[in-house]
């Protein structure tokens, strides 16, 4: 008798590939694992002397669609000494990685041993930036409440992490005014939208 064939009367289910990737997407991942993600993600974000070591606030994990695969939700943020541009505050939603999936791959592999391995490190991760969008102030708190994505902050003037001048030549909205703000998000792939 085959050693399949006696697996499967002791109703055993043999797995192949494919569906062990699948299995596999639909574990939960710690919070361990998620930061490994994460760090994986921000270290190809290039650094330089007036922003680097772009580091997690706040990382929680949460089936935001209720499809069974779970998202990471964080905020990054860096250190800053000062610039033209915008402190990053970024609020992120990373999903898992399908197989061949352009987020883990480097266009040219073997062109560059870095990229390679930061890709490899993507991809052994098993996540990648879905979508994200700036925070204009302060984190206070990051949370997940069903589907929907709770941010607190305080906005300050003349914050490095909102440019007035820059939004209005960019005809982005204003920097919300300073104080206490409470910011709520809902995610679908590929998007994150601010639910006024």
């Not at 192949?16 to 930061?35: C, I, Q």
């Not at 098993?126 to 949370?143: F, I, M, N, S």
């Amino acid at each position: 008798m085959s050693m399949v064939l006696s697996l499967m009367m002791l109703g055993v289910t043999l797995t192949h590939a494919p569906g062990a990737a699948v299995a596999a997407a639909s574990k939960v991942p710690s919070d361990a694992e998620a930061r490994t993600a994460i760090r994986a993600e921000l270290r190809r974000i290039p650094g330089s002397d007036i922003e680097h070591d772009f580091r997690p606030l706040q990382v929680h994990v949460a089936d935001l669609d209720g499809d069974g695969i779970a998202e990471i939700i964080h905020i990054y943020s860096s250190t800053y000494t000062g610039g033209t541009f915008e402190q990053s505050n970024e609020l992120v939603v990373m999903t898992t990685l399908s197989e061949g999936d352009r987020r883990g791959q480097v266009p040219h592999p073997g062109a560059n041993a870095i990229d390679d391995s930061d890709m490899a490190a993507i991809r052994a991760a098993g996540y990648a930036t879905d979508a994200e969008e700036h925070v204009p102030g302060r984190l206070d708190a990051l949370q997940v409440v069903g589907g929907s994505i709770i941010v607190r902050f305080t906005a300050a003037a003349g914050s490095t992490f909102c440019f007035e001048e820059d939004r209005a030549r960019a005809k982005l909205e204003d920097c919300p005014t300073p104080g206490a703000h409470v910011w709520r998000f809902a995610w679908r792939p590929g998007q994150l939208q601010r639910i006024r």
